[in-house]
């Protein structure tokens, strides 16, 4: 077997994995979406059945050679070709995924599959004992696939590689004390200044929230052909497949931001995931496919914040925002813009503002990793995350689903996602301080509602690139320097500027 001939084996054998996967994911958005509550531990045993299908084929022997014949052929000749790209991408993944063996990678997805289910019950319930023993389960699984893929200093940097290729706690780690001090010395000026008008607190029918999400969505570029709009205990985007993005938001009568904020962070989410799949030709390869979730997160960080947090946004969208809500009919865009980008400590990340946002990240980063260093036990996380809120946030959670159970991350075994938030900030406001420089009239275009420069620009140089590039390097080409925390920090001082005048 030639070079040409081994690549197309890979790449059939890639489609048809990447349609198995497509079913997969369809069974997990139909599990937080429409299942029905006795139909949960049926779905457990059906994704646990995909998954050791796709875990076989993802080990199959005949990938390692197809691409030893691959391998040091005119193919991976020139890296900067997608062929090349692909052939790297394939061998990481495939040493990776030979390394899990088939009856932990079962166990993993079913153990997700139920901890989710317990997570939404025990959330509701307020009620973390009845959790803690999925918790424990997930953790100790996840330990043990750490020490299947290996690591050379913490068993944390394992699953963090997992989501974002080559980062490791020691990189990660002071990251994030930047943004950790950034953000205490702005709460700290901004606790004594005067305080922004809150918008009125409706009530914003159901309804109304829907109709307004679907004119922003479609505003910003997601098209409604290819996606659609749902609900769910916690928001979420996901890619099924080709042209076809899911998002869900959930809805508060009361605050109309929390939903429009969230449908906004999904739908950047979801013109990402659509826009590095732009054709069949790159159906089931690697550069169809998201770098990295740092990357992923930069670009609903970017619409959530850089644009949909900014002034110019609201000046084209309040008049539409009160056809739907006649009580905004007060409300300049300058207020709206002011209320939304008021730094207020809160307990909720999901709904903190982006000053508060890193800290929370914080918070969650240190517990997790001390939960699989063995230094905290589960059963004292909801005393640890308490403590920690109080010192990092200044504010101590009045329940456990106020506080350690708000997140869906744990219940899923999805330990070393945390950071990539805080990274995904960063990327974000490296990448819209670039596409500002390149597009001078971008704040202009905003105001008009005309959003196509700014994706056209991210298309370019983010998404259709796939994974041609690691992620550190992809910001970097796209911006024209190494990616650092200071766009974020100068942005964030900015807005407090322009909010308090700090």
């Keep these: 077997m030639n070079e040409s001939q081994a690549y197309a084996s890979l790449v059939a054998h890639g489609r048809e994995s990447a349609d198995l996967a497509s079913a997969l994911s369809l069974l997990s958005w139909d599990q937080q979406v429409m299942l029905p509550a006795a139909a949960h531990p049926g779905r457990a045993a059906q994704l646990g059945a995909l998954t050791a299908v796709l875990h076989r084929r993802a080990t199959d022997p005949r990938i390692g050679e197809w691409l030893a ?3 040091g052929s005119p193919l991976t000749r020139d890296a900067a070709t997608s062929e090349a790209a692909n052939l790297r991408e394939w061998r990481r993944d495939y040493d990776l995924s030979v390394k899990i063996p088939e009856e932990l990678a079962v166990a993993l997805a079913r153990a997700a599959s139920a901890g989710q289910r317990a997570w939404e019950i025990a959330r509701k319930e307020n009620d973390f004992k009845a959790f803690a023993p999925h918790l424990q389960e997930l953790l100790e699984l996840s330990r043990r696939k750490a020490e299947a893929l290996g690591y050379t200093t913490e068993a944390y940097d394992a699953l963090l590689d997992g989501f974002e290729p080559g980062e490791t706690v020691a990189a990660v780690a002071p990251i994030l004390a930047e943004l950790r001090g950034a953000s ?14 809150d918008l009125p607190q409706g009530p914003y029918p159901l309804a109304a929230q829907q109709a307004f999400l679907g004119e922003v969505t479609r505003m910003l570029g997601l098209p409604p052909e290819a996606s659609r709009l749902d609900v769910s205990a916690h928001p979420f985007s996901t890619l099924i497949g080709p042209r076809d993005a899911r998002i869900t938001v959930r809805y508060d009568a009361t605050d109309f931001t929390k939903a429009l904020f969230g449908a906004v962070h999904e739908t950047g989410h979801s013109l990402y995931s659509l826009g590095h799949d732009i054709g069949d030709a790159r159906h089931g390869t690697p550069m169809a496919e998201y770098v990295s979730l740092a990357v992923h997160e930069s670009q609903s960080r970017l619409w959530e914040n850089q644009v949909a947090r900014s002034l110019p946004f609201w000046e084209h969208v309040l008049p539409l925002a009160v056809q739907h809500f006649p009580e905004l009919a007060g409300c300049a865009p300058r207020d709206v813009f002011a209320a939304v980008g008021a730094i207020r400590p809160g307990l909720i ?9 890193n800290p929370h990240i914080v918070l969650r980063f240190e517990l997790e990793l001390a939960l699989v260093r063995g230094d905290l036990a589960v059963a004292d996380l909801p005393g640890a995350w308490n403590e920690k809120s109080r010192d990092i946030l200044g504010i101590v959670p009045p329940s ?16 070393g996602y945390f950071p990539t938030y805080s990274l995904g900030n960063v990327y974000a406001a490296c990448l819209f301080e670039a596409a500002r420089a ?5 704040d202009a275009a905003m105001a008009r509602g005309d959003f196509a420069p700014l994706l056209a620009w991210l298309r370019t140089n983010i998404h259709e690139k796939g994974r041609l590039l690691r992620p550190r390097d992809l910001v970097a080409a796209a911006t024209g320097q190494a990616p650092t925390a200071g766009p974020l920090i100068r942005h964030l001082k900015a807005k407090a500027q322009a909010v308090y005048g700090l």
């Design 349 to 357: 990340r999901v709904d903190a503002d982006e000053t508060t946002y």
């Design 438 to 442: 390149a597009l001078p009239g971008l």
């Design 400 to 415: 456990d689903a106020a506080g350690c159970l708000q997140d869906v991350h744990w219940a899923t075994g999805a330990f």
């Design 184 to 197: 205490r010395e702005l709460i700290a000026k901004a606790k004594d200044a005067p305080q922004p008008r």
């Design 69 to 71: 014949a691959c391998e």
